[in-house]
């Protein structure tokens, strides 16, 4: 695949910003569902993008820091994945799966942001002592602007390597190979479910799980419906969780009156 530099510097621009906003601003804008068509798009390949996005959001959704302790990040790996598919022609699952060990490195980045920022939180509180908030805001943006930088740097590395040698590589690779590739990434998926539902599934929430179960298989049976399962599904989700939210704001909002015992004069 043929790049020029105006790719580049948008691929760079929107991981600086993906980056930024996955410590900083919050907004999801690092989310691989929101970065994978954007990226595709620079591309030349929204749609390919989308579906490589959304199938790595979903491998990713039961995924959270603890402490010091950082997944894979989703940032670098969902942007690699689909710079994988469009530049390599690699199947959206088994680009999914390809791009795992360079959210590493993105691991890595935010880690060792971490470890760099540590001995400057010193110089942070010396500057809330002495009333600077201006003090405090540089040390915010150098560690925004670092972080986005590292990131970037790190995607649009890939990015060309992959346009340049990914094609040749991947037509080198066992076909057995790849397919062991597709399905690990197809698996991560159910993983990600998996890891979120340990997280926060209860015994009050069984039945709607199995609602949801019982929906998706009918309607994927329905041929016609089966483009739209998910989002159907997500339409009656919300239905029913909106209408729970309404009963339980009313029996909330309900007044009970105690008067008391009355003497019957």
Do not use: C
């Not at 602007?145 to 992959?162: D, E, R, S």
């Not at 076909?175 to 009050?204: C, N, P, Q, W």
């Amino acid at each position: 695949m043929n790049i020029n530099i105006l790719q580049v510097i948008l691929i760079f621009i929107v991981t600086f910003v993906a980056a930024i906003d996955q410590f900083s601003f919050l907004e999801s804008l690092y989310q691989p569902i929101v970065t994978g068509p954007i990226v595709g798009w620079i591309l030349g390949d929204a749609h390919t993008g989308l579906i490589v996005g959304a199938s790595y959001q979903l491998m990713t959704i039961g995924n959270m820091p603890v402490g010091g302790a950082q997944p894979p990040n989703a940032v670098v790996g969902g942007i690699v994945a689909v710079i994988f598919a469009i530049t390599s022609g690699l199947e959206p699952n088994a680009a999914v799966a390809a791009a795992i060990p360079f959210a590493l490195l993105g691991q890595y980045g935010v880690t060792l942001i971490f470890t760099l920022m540590a001995p400057v939180m010193s110089k942070a509180d010396q500057y809330a002592k002495e009333a600077n908030p201006k003090g405090i805001e540089k040390i915010n943006y150098l560690s925004m602007i670092a972080l986005g930088t590292i990131f970037g740097l790190i995607v649009v590395f890939f990015f060309i390597a992959g346009s340049t040698f990914g094609t040749e590589l991947t037509s080198k690779i066992p076909e057995t190979f790849m397919h062991g590739l597709s399905v690990a990434g197809g698996m991560m998926k159910y993983v990600g479910f998996a890891v979120l539902l340990r997280l926060m599934i209860s015994r009050d929430l069984w039945g709607f799980f199995f609602v949801g179960f019982a929906l998706a298989v009918i309607v994927m049976a329905n041929a016609s419906l089966s483009g739209a399962a998910l989002l159907l599904i997500a339409a009656i989700g919300f239905a029913i969780a909106f209408w729970d939210y309404q009963i339980n704001t009313k029996m909330k909002s309900t007044v009970v009156v105690e008067t008391g015992e009355e003497d019957g004069i």
